[in-house]
């Protein structure tokens, strides 16, 4: 450049290259960390990502291909900002350098209901080019070259298709009627289009509650492929829900349980998950396809807790719910063996004691006309972040009734009733989610659990004052905002299965494997009666304390196990709080 030239840059991109001399465009280590885990498909971008942050910036699929300086980078519901530097032509080489099918999601023509204004629909005239941008994006994976989106991705240098054979239409939506209608034009539009495509619908935010009976009835009666279940639970609640698919009718609609974690990056959560990954494998020909989530997350800037895979500038750490994934995708079987077994379970007590606390988490409030189990308590003012232990009740039994109202500040308060944290609680919400919802809550193990779906409200108005009466009469809760019930349920007191077996075979019914959970503090000896004659066999096992492992912690991956064979199977001697997994041959 001359002397004096100044030259202003719009975009730097800076990136290792390759043995082949050419830019990278995955970091090696997060692209050998997802290999390591044989991945039959990657679903992508995300799921609420797709929403954008209203109807008028759904994803746009277009905006990310090509050369990266026209790329319209944008923030998301979540608040991270999106550069595109990644985009729809990469996620699909991705899964081509994986050997996974690609499963991209996109928006069943509305926004989230979570989003500002609430969920809004793709405006009528604007819904044929909508529906267009959908059918273009499954030209683009798979049409041949001589097709007008076909060439695109010929021209960005891909003239082969991608083999596209799934698509997800919606996520985590409200089942309304606006939804309902958009979702079926594009639908059909794609069934005429592209018969073979299987399409993937969605059951609403839960894995219970009336947007999940909504979605599935709709599902049912549109005759949907696929649908996709979503549940972040705790590992109590996994462990109750090992046998949740044997209930399901294989007929269809399949599942797919597009996202799922037990609450936290802890032992614990993992070895719930492989209890139930144990009973979704169990009932395959119902869950057609499985993927936890979220899968990656920069280190000090995630938004979501538990995450898979945590990564900063120079390092990963793989969390142990990753080496549950990789233990299950490593040893896949091809025919599941039924498994005739006494195993114990464990049984899910209530606290017998604790106390009523109002926690001011949102704000300063003051309480007025406050009555427990029938006898009047004073609170009065509660600052910002400060709290009160206002009585001591039977948690399982209990009344509580006051007046509150929010004198500064911007969201809500917090009823606890029972012992006192990491104890075993309930916990009324209310002014949660954006200020706008009320929702009850369960600790239990030091894991925090929705109870009952969130309920929509109006939230606090600052100086306005809002009667609650709060109800426990074992196992129903209800809980009433100004004379309206928020919510009436009954606790879910199943025993858990902490001690769960899963047997398959493969190449033929000569090779046996066996998947064993042990999510107690007791060793177990443990003997497996097999089909076949079996020598040699090894086993892995991924053990240690309960609540070890957390976010951005990388947790040690599974060990040798030792396992004996017998003259008609196998024995092996499981670790507390241990998964394991024996192979034959």
Known sequence: MPDGCVVDLDLVSLRPLGADGAPQIFRADLLRALAELRPSFVRFPGGCLVHGRGVDSLYDWKSTIGPQETRRPMPNLWGYHQSMAIGYYEYFLLCEQLGATPLPVVAAGVCCQNALGGQRAVAEEDMPRYTQDVLDLVEFANGSADTRWGAVRAELGHPASFDMRYLGLGNEDEITPQFRDRYARIEDALREAYPDLTVIGTVGPFAAGRDFERGWEFARARGTDVVDEHFYRSPQWFHQNVDRYASYDPAGPGVYV?????????????????????????????????????????????????????????????????????????????????????????????????????????????????????????????????????????????????????????????????????????????????????????????????????????????????????ETASPRVRVWVDGVLHHDYERDLRPEQRVVVGVSSRAEGSEIVARLVNATGEPRRVRLALPVAVSPAEAIALSGEPDAGGPDEAFPGPVPAPVEVTADGIELSLEPWSFTVATTR
């Open 258 to 470: 597009g996202e799922y974690a037990a609450r936290t990056s802890r032992l614990r959560s993992a070895l719930a998950e492989a209890a139930l990954m144990i009973g979704m494998e169990r009932h395959s020909d119902v869950v057609r396809l499985a993927s936890y989530a979220p899968l990656l997350a920069r280190t000090g800037h995630a938004a979501w807790t538990p995450d898979m895979i945590y990564f900063d500038e120079d390092s990963l750490a793989l969390s142990a719910s990753y080496h549950v994934q990789r233990m299950f995708s490593a040893t896949r079987g091809e025919r599941v063996l039924s498994v005739d077994a006494e195993l114990p379970t464990c049984e899910v007590t209530e606290a017998s004691s604790g106390a009523v606390t109002f926690i001011a988490s949102g704000g300063d409030f003051e309480f007025s006309d406050v009555v427990i189990d029938g006898s009047a308590a004073a609170v009065g003012a509660l600052a910002a972040g400060a709290s009160l232990r206002v009585a001591d009740v039977d948690p399982r039994a209990a009344a509580v009734e006051f007046t509150v109202t929010r004198t500064a500040g911007e969201r809500g308060i917090e009823v606890h009733v029972g012992e006192p944290d990491p104890g075993r609680a309930l916990t009324l919400h209310l002014g949660g989610w954006q200020g706008t919802s009320t929702s009850v809550l369960l600790h239990s193990d030091g894991v925090t659990d929705d109870e009952s779906d969130p309920a929509f409200w109006t939230g606090f108005r600052t100086g306005q004052p809002v009667r609650v009466r709060l």
